[in-house]
């Protein structure tokens, strides 16, 4: 194994990780602004509301992210009226595509994640709450989506890993992400193990990382669950 | 007309037909690994139970479609060099089935061992001691004993995994491998019409899945027939 190929191509692994992560943070935020709304409408909505979003979060969590990808990047081409409209100014762009995708697939697995974690509210606290005389949204805003994403959180951070994983499958559509990169010196000097190990090491060292900020994340969120002797304890004034 | 096939139907059928082969194919791989790496991190030996550990890591933190590369054009690589020091001398290329099979099935014993570890532990301790007094040696005790009872607790994780294990099926499409979804991209090719088949290949994911889903139920009821229901 020769590892000097890639302190040459470094700069190649570097733009796949700016891809990588720039894909995988936006997907992620737009899918979770998405998902916040759709799981609120899927606990509380009429049924007539909640039937397409059941529908929506069935086909994207039910269908290989692959598939979702390819019938978007190429699929949308079919449709004369799509390639006629200003649409097609984004559809034709590998990026727009592969992101698209991506948020409408994390919408669909959050969507999920926080309706479960919305349903598991006590019903000591939402009766405390209606009894205290809050409004529906105000107990939305209050008391139920507060300890909602505390319950969502370790979901959440599996959703995540998720994510950047499916991210390699970018790509497959030309882009060029760690796993893009990874490609491209593989093909040029036909030289996997190198290649891919470092595509795998990159990764790796994303994941714990975000494994390494959830936990700080959960020890912030869930300090009124720890148990009193881990606390600091509060000296008393002299 | 939208929902002609133009004559591509039988392909993607056959390409239906290949992608459950290699579901099914790397599932009993994946439970294979998953045993083995369960009774590893339940073992009293630490080497057995680091190997585990580092395996069930390091398979968590590496994109699939990676790992595929990995196994696919390293393997050939690997192979190769070996072939020639055995005294064979001709260019060997690697399966795509077995890269894929092997790939998917190596992840998802991971997964497999998590899921297999929490159902062995799940077992009533008592029972075990038990079968010991009675004097079954320890293969026994896990057959008649462990085996049967932890498949109830393992049922809900195994279904889940062997749900996500299908959908990354689709990745062996891109190792070159004529499942459904390559299948599908060819039909595509040749008739312009990409968002007919791949959406073809959308539902036949999905009816793969409801249908796992409802025999998983099945069997959930009929593993948990002599628990009380709360």
């Known amino acids: ?238 | 007309m939208m929902f002609s096939l133009h004559g591509y139907g039988p392909a993607i059928f056959e390409g239906t037909i290949l992608t459950l082969e290699v579901s099914l194919t790397s599932l009993v791989l994946a439970m294979f690994f998953g045993i083995c790496g369960a009774l590893c991190k339940l073992s009293g030996t630490g080497p057995l139970r680091l190997i585990a550990q580092v395996y069930t890591t390091i398979i968590r933190g590496i994109p699939d479609l990676v790992l595929m590369l990995l196994i696919f054009f390293g393997g050939q690589v690997f192979i190769n060099q070996m072939a020639p020091l055995l005294g064979y001398d001709q260019y060997i290329d690697i399966n795509p089935f077995i890269a894929g099979i092997s790939t998917i099935g190596f992840i998802f014993g991971a997964y497999m061992t998590e899921t297999f570890r929490g159902a062995i532990l799940a077992v009533n301790q008592g029972q075990l001691e038990a079968g010991t007094a009675y004097g079954m040696s320890r293969a026994m005790v896990f057959r008649r004993i462990t085996l049967p009872q932890m498949v109830r607790h393992a049922l809900p994780g195994f279904g889940n995994n062997w749900l996500v294990l299908v959908k990354t099926t689709a990745l062996v499409s891109i190792i070159g491998l004529d499942d459904m979804v390559r299948k599908a991209g060819l039909a595509a090719g040749a008739t312009r019409k990409p968002f007919t088949f791949y959406l073809v290949v959308a539902i036949n994911y999905l009816l793969i899945t409801t249908i796992s889903v409802y025999i998983l139920k099945q069997l959930e009821r009929r593993y948990s027939v002599g628990v009380r229901e709360v």
Not at chain 1, 66 to 73: A, D, K, S
Not at chain 1, 208 to 216: A, C, E, G, P, R
Request: hydrophobic letters at 55%; aromatic letters at 14%.
């Open chain 1, 1 to 238: 194994m020769d590892f000097s190929i890639i302190a040459t191509n470094f700069p190649t692994y570097l733009e796949g990780l700016k891809n990588t992560v720039i894909l995988v943070s936006i997907s992620l935020v737009i899918g979770l602004l998405l998902a916040l709304p759709l799981a609120i409408l899927r606990n509380y909505g009429s049924a007539l509301v909640q039937a397409p979003i059941r529908a929506f979060v069935y086909f994207f969590r039910g269908t290989p992210l692959l598939v979702q990808m390819f019938l978007i990047y190429y699929g949308m081409g079919q449709f004369e009226w799509v390639k006629e409209s200003v649409l097609w100014y984004f559809f034709k762009e590998a990026y727009f595509c592969a992101l698209f995708a991506f948020t409408l697939n994390t919408a669909a697995y959050t969507t999920e994640i926080l309706r479960g974690a919305i349903k598991a509210t006590p019903h000591g606290e939402i009766e405390a709450a209606l009894a205290a005389g809050m409004s529906k949204l105000l107990m939305i805003r209050r008391i139920i989506l507060p300890s909602a994403f505390r319950r969502a959180l370790p979901a959440y951070s599996n959703e995540i890993i998720f994510m950047l994983h499916g991210s390699s499958l970018a790509s497959v559509i030309t882009i060029i992400d760690i796993t893009g990169a990874a490609r491209i010196i593989n093909s040029r000097y036909y030289s996997p193990y190198e290649a891919f190990l470092t595509a795998a090491a990159l990764y790796m060292t994303i994941t714990f990382l975000i494994v390494f900020l959830v936990k700080k994340l959960e020890l912030r969120w869930h300090a009124h669950l720890q148990p009193q002797s881990s606390q600091p304890a509060i000296e008393a004034p002299p």
